[in-house]
């Protein structure tokens, strides 16, 4: 996963339900800030293992719906409502397929190294 800008990381944290403070931190100074894994697994005073769970959470929150969506909530006549939710659905099949090729191209290039 790219680096995230603040705003994107921001956006993401609302999706991952309640978290505690350092948490937080961590995800940002690696997926925001660059700082290695590693790096962040020492100044955060943990291992290695806990921080690169900690990112995977915020990795897979970013993945199930992109940062750029933004959620809409108003009332609807049911005809419009049921036009809105079949481009909802759309949408998040055509992202699960694309993210599905995303992920088959990057496994394809690292079996090949």
């Given at each position: 996963?790219?680096?995230?800008?603040?705003?994107?990381?921001?956006?993401?944290?609302?999706?991952?339900?309640?978290?505690?403070?350092?948490?937080?931190?961590?995800?940002?100074?690696?997926?925001v800030d660059g700082m290695t894994p590693s790096?962040?697994?020492?100044h955060f005073g943990m291992t290695r293992q806990?921080?690169?769970?900690?990112?995977?959470?915020?990795?897979?929150a970013a993945q199930a719906v992109p940062t750029?969506?933004?959620?809409?909530?108003?009332?609807?006549?049911?005809?419009?409502?049921?036009?809105?939710?079949?481009?909802?659905?759309?949408?998040?099949?055509?992202?699960?397929?694309?993210?599905?090729?995303?992920?088959?191209?990057?496994?394809?290039?690292?079996?090949?190294?």
């Open positions: 996963m790219p680096k995230l800008t603040h705003s994107e990381f921001e956006l993401l944290r609302p999706r991952l339900g309640r978290l505690a403070i350092d948490t937080i931190d961590v995800a940002r100074a690696v997926l790096a962040a697994a020492r806990r921080v690169h769970g900690i990112v995977q959470r915020f990795r897979a750029a969506w933004r959620r809409v909530d108003v009332w609807l006549p049911p005809e419009l409502a049921a036009q809105v939710e079949a481009m909802a659905e759309a949408a998040r099949a055509a992202h699960v397929v694309a993210s599905g090729a995303r992920d088959d191209k990057k496994e394809e290039a690292e079996e090949s190294d």
